[in-house]
């Protein structure tokens, strides 16, 4: 059973920072690219950002681009979101998805690809 665990949401200014955590645990032997989207009241769940396995490959939405950093650490398990220069738009709830993969080197940002995902973590910024 694979589990995907969010952390790190809050209610920060305008202008602030976040930064979010996602652990996926379970198969560790398999490879996941991992996607965070957001959902904010009365719309539909976007694309944020996603990095492949290997942690080199990453893509971004262009509301997020040179705000928001994606990273994976050593052991691969975990995924961050450095969220910087933060919108009063950037206020969702945060998702973190894995995708499981056969490559090192694929992503997707289509939410439909992504095969786990995590409860979600609320994010507020205010103006």
């Known amino acids: 059973q694979v589990q995907v665990i969010e952390s790190g949401g809050g209610s920060v200014q305008a202008g602030g920072s976040l930064k979010l955590s996602c652990a996926v645990s379970?198969?560790?032997?398999?490879?996941?690219?991992t996607g965070w989207f957001r959902q904010a009241p009365g719309e539909e769940r976007e694309f944020v950002a996603t990095?492949?396995?290997?942690?080199?490959?990453?893509y971004y939405a262009d509301s997020v681009k040179g705000r928001f950093t994606i990273s994976r650490d050593g052991a691969k398990n975990t995924v961050y979101l450095q969220m910087n220069s933060l919108k009063p738009e950037d206020t969702a709830v945060y998702f973190c998805?894995?995708?499981?993969?056969?490559?090192?080197?694929?992503?997707?940002?289509?939410?439909?690809?992504?095969?786990?995902w995590g409860q979600g973590t609320q994010v507020t910024v205010s103006s």
């Open positions: 998805a894995a995708d499981r993969t056969t490559s090192d080197f694929l992503f997707t940002i289509q939410s439909s690809d992504y095969d786990y």
């Open positions: 379970g198969r560790t032997s398999s490879r996941y690219a």
């Open positions: 990095v492949d396995w290997s942690g080199i490959g990453k």
